[in-house]
């Protein structure tokens, strides 16, 4: 008798899982759960740029929003809080829509710009950098970049996460002169 009431608590137990199993599958795939096999989308939310200030180690705001002087920004002035020839950028993405959160992707950052050698055209310079970013659990990912030797050319930047077609395009109008 001990043996049947054992193999009816066994079988209880099976059932009781087999239900919390079919439970689960059935929130699993439906968007309450978000663990369907889609992973979120994600796109490019943001670039900064800011200015790095060799004399007190200091960053401007961010150049995209209209308060920096961006003349002679490699001399120390009175407009401006130092002198610059080193920028950090920063590419912000974030993971949007129904989904599991992302595996890790990657931001690549082009720059083209000159610099300045004594000419009036400056030289070429191309910057290019791939980083890894990792969505956290806030959705975002900031990735920075720093480009050196900057100061009187205008740099075009070019931000997208590797694997996608959209690409961000920013200007910085840099510029030098009396």
């Known amino acids: 008798m001990a043996i049947s009431c054992e193999r009816i608590k066994t079988g209880r137990v099976l059932m009781m ?3 919390l199993a079919c439970v689960y599958s ?3 795939t ?3 759960g978000q663990m369907s096999g889609r992973s979120q989308k994600v796109r490019i939310a943001n670039v900064t740029a800011k200015l790095f200030y060799d004399t007190d180690g200091k960053f401007s705001d961010d150049v995209f929003s209209g308060k920096v002087n ?6 120390e002035g009175s407009s401006r809080d130092g002198s610059s020839s080193a920028m950090l ?3 912000e993405i974030e993971a949007y829509g129904d989904g599991n ?3 890790q992707k990657q931001v690549e950052l082009t720059a083209k710009y000159r610099i300045a050698n004594g000419t009036l055209q400056g030289r070429a310079a191309n910057f290019h950098k791939i980083v890894p970013a990792d969505i956290r659990t806030n959705g975002k990912s900031f990735s920075g970049f720093w480009i050196y030797e900057t100061g009187c050319y205008p740099l075009e930047l070019k931000a997208r996460i590797v694997g996608q077609k959209n690409v961000l395009t920013k200007k910085i ?3 030098c002169g009396e």
């Not at 961006?70 to 001399?75: A, I, P, Q, R």
Request: aromatic share 12%.
């Open 17 to 19: 899982i087999a239900m």
């Open 89 to 91: 950028i920063v590419v």
């Open 26 to 28: 059935a929130f699993a």
């Open 30 to 32: 439906t968007d309450y």
């Open 70 to 75: 961006l003349w002679n920004t490699v001399l």
């Open 173 to 175: 109008n840099l510029g």
């Open 101 to 103: 959160p992302p595996k």
